[in-house]
C-alpha cells in the first residue's frame, strides 16, 4: 500500500503565484484519474494567461476573443507561441480548488483539462475587483 503524498511545494523564484501551483496540481489529479499524463508548467503559456487575465479585468471584458478580435491563437503567435492547444478562462472564483470545480463542472472546460494530447499548461490569475480572472492556457 502506498502513503499518500503532499506534492513538492513550488520553489519561490519560478514567478508563479501559489493558486496557479495549485491549478495546475489539480489538472494533474483530474488527468491522473482520467488515465492522462500530467501536463507541465510552462513559463511562456503562464505569462500568455496571466496577461490575458489582466486584459480581461482591466478591459472589462470576459470572451475568449478580446475587444480587438483577437483569439486565443492570435494571442499567442503575437507573443511568439506555436502550439496552442486550448484556453480555458473563468472569473470570480476566489481560489484554486473553486476554479477547478467551475471548470470540471463545465463538458468544455473539462474536455481540456481531461485532453490527454495537451503536454504543458500555463495557469494565470489577475486579482481585481469584479475578479479574480483565471485563465489556462494548454499546450501540445
Not at 494567461?49 to 478580446?66: I, L
Not at 483539462?113 to 494548454?138: H, K, M, S
Request: charged share 15%.
Amino acid at each position: 500500500p502506498t502513503t499518500p503524498t503532499t506534492p513538492p511545494a513550488p520553489t519561490p523564484g519560478e514567478g508563479h503565484s501559489a493558486d496557479e501551483a495549485a491549478v495546475l496540481t489539480l489538472v494533474n489529479q483530474e488527468r491522473a484519474q482520467a488515465g492522462c499524463g500530467p501536463v507541465r508548467a510552462n513559463p511562456p503559456l503562464a505569462t500568455l494567461a496571466a496577461a490575458f487575465s489582466k486584459d480581461m479585468a482591466t478591459r472589462g471584458f470576459f470572451d475568449h476573443t478580446d475587444p480587438d478580435g483577437n483569439t486565443p491563437w492570435d494571442r499567442a503567435t503575437k507573443a511568439g507561441l506555436a502550439g496552442l492547444g486550448g484556453e480555458n478562462i473563468a472569473r470570480g472564483q476566489g481560489d484554486a480548488q473553486a476554479v477547478m470545480n467551475a471548470w470540471m463542472n463545465s463538458p468544455g472546460h473539462k474536455a481540456n483539462i481531461l485532453n490527454c494530447e495537451f503536454r504543458t499548461l500555463g495557469v494565470g490569475v489577475y486579482v481585481a475587483a469584479g475578479g479574480p480572472w483565471w485563465t489556462q492556457d494548454f499546450g501540445f
